[in-house]
């Protein structure tokens, strides 16, 4: 099992850029695929992005986040990435990284070892 810390995240204006870190600790990282959500208040847990153990593969394709997110690792330093260019203020949200454990990748109550979120504003 992995425990998991987000950071970077902020106040930015729409159009800005943001990169979110999470920091894991535990031997297996390497093994798992890692995912990002995100929760804004009152909505339901979003899937972001997920990446492959390997690098190998990566998804950022929701409406939401098309052509603007992607997601990145370094196994070497235990951390993943995610990249968020021209932000919109509906990005507002509460973002958590997450450990895939199996099955749909994109339904958050297949993920393990949430961190503890990071929070993303973007005004307008």
């Known amino acids: 099992q992995v425990q998991l810390v987000e950071s970077g995240g902020g106040l930015v204006q729409a159009g800005d850029s943001l990169r979110l870190s999470c920091a894991a600790s535990g031997h297996a990282f390497s093994t798992y695929r890692m995912g990002w959500f995100r929760q804004a208040p009152g909505k339901e847990r979003e899937f972001v992005a997920l990446i492959w153990s390997d690098e190998s593969t990566a998804y950022a394709d929701s409406d939401s986040v098309k052509g603007r997110f992607t997601i990145s690792r370094d196994n070497a330093k235990n951390t993943v990435y995610l990249q968020m260019n021209s932000l919109k203020p509906e990005d507002t949200a509460v973002y958590y990284c997450?450990?895939?454990?199996?099955?749909?990748?994109?339904?958050?109550?297949?993920?393990?070892?949430w961190g503890q979120g990071t929070q993303v504003t973007v005004s307008s």
């Open positions: 997450a450990a895939h454990l199996g099955g749909n990748f994109r339904d958050y109550r297949n993920y393990g070892s």
